[in-house]
């Protein structure tokens, strides 16, 4: 089993930045990929960024260029740094850890974070 934890969250202005983190523990032997997802009020959760652990790295086209994400391998982390945030992106904020880029990529990876709210004023 993995353990996944996000945490960064919090409310910004409109243009600002915010940046979030996920320590995974645990089985983290089998993971090969670790991405954010995100879920707004009433809509389905969906695919923000991931990063493979060979460097293997996706965006949803919504937010290429404004976020980042990267990957500490050695502390088994994932970070997303969110610049030139936007009231769209305000939602729950979920992190996603599992073996294969299909199960990212389908919004199903094998091990989820509890998520953190992300609030971004107009």
């Known amino acids: 089993q993995v353990q996944l934890v996000e945490s960064g969250g919090g409310l910004v202005q409109a243009g600002g930045s915010l940046r979030l983190a996920c320590a995974a523990s645990?089985?983290?032997?089998?993971?090969?990929?670790m991405g954010w997802y995100r879920q707004a009020p009433g809509a389905q959760r969906q695919l923000v960024a991931v990063?493979?652990?060979?460097?293997?790295?996706y965006y949803a086209e919504s937010v290429q260029g404004r976020f980042t994400i990267s990957r500490d391998n050695a502390k088994n982390t994932v970070y997303l740094q969110m610049n030139s945030l936007k009231p769209e992106d305000t939602a729950v904020y979920y992190c996603?850890?599992?073996?294969?880029?299909?199960?990212?990529?389908?919004?199903?990876?094998?091990?989820w974070g509890r998520g953190t709210q992300v609030t971004v004023s107009s």
């Open positions: 996603g850890a599992g073996a294969r880029m299909s199960y990212m990529t389908r919004a199903s990876p094998e091990y």
């Open positions: 645990g089985s983290t032997f089998s993971i090969n990929f």
């Open positions: 990063k493979g652990s060979g460097g293997t790295t």
